[in-house]
């Protein structure tokens, strides 16, 4: 872990199977994670990051080891429209290792006819991973897109990635 201090928000840096996260709190917790493929990232425990900061790392680090399927942490929405924190919002409860489509995930908020517009959502997450975009999937089940970084080939990991943990085979 290290921490980055160029910006105004104190931001964490983490290693994963995935690459390097850039993990930025808010005053109301979490307001955005980065996915980077850039694997020269050395960890390095940070001196001392935020709270919510070492909450995330520790949660981030459980969900990559298979010990975590749901996190609980603050996330601060307050930038983000009313529909758009709607949608996240939403999206929060889609289970582990399951998927929804963008069609499924506008009805949950009511607008079942804003599959578009839930897309459009999903481009923007500021929380992938925690705001588990990787689950939302196209009406025939197809991967459709995925911004968290590193496309779909990230997206189809991910959701493999969480089947083998509902599995119970190794994921380390």
Known sequence: MKLKSESALPTLLI???LGQLSITAGSNGLCSLTISADESCQERLALEPEPVLSAAAVQLHEYFTGQRTVFDLPLDFSALSGFTRQVLMALQTVPFATTVSYGDLAAM??????ARAVGRVMAINPLPLIVPCHRVVGRNGDLVGYSGGGGLV???WLLAFELKVVAGTQVG
């Open 15 to 17: 290693g994963s199977p």
């Open 154 to 156: 990230t997206k189809e």
């Open 109 to 114: 908020v009511g607008k079942p006819r804003a």
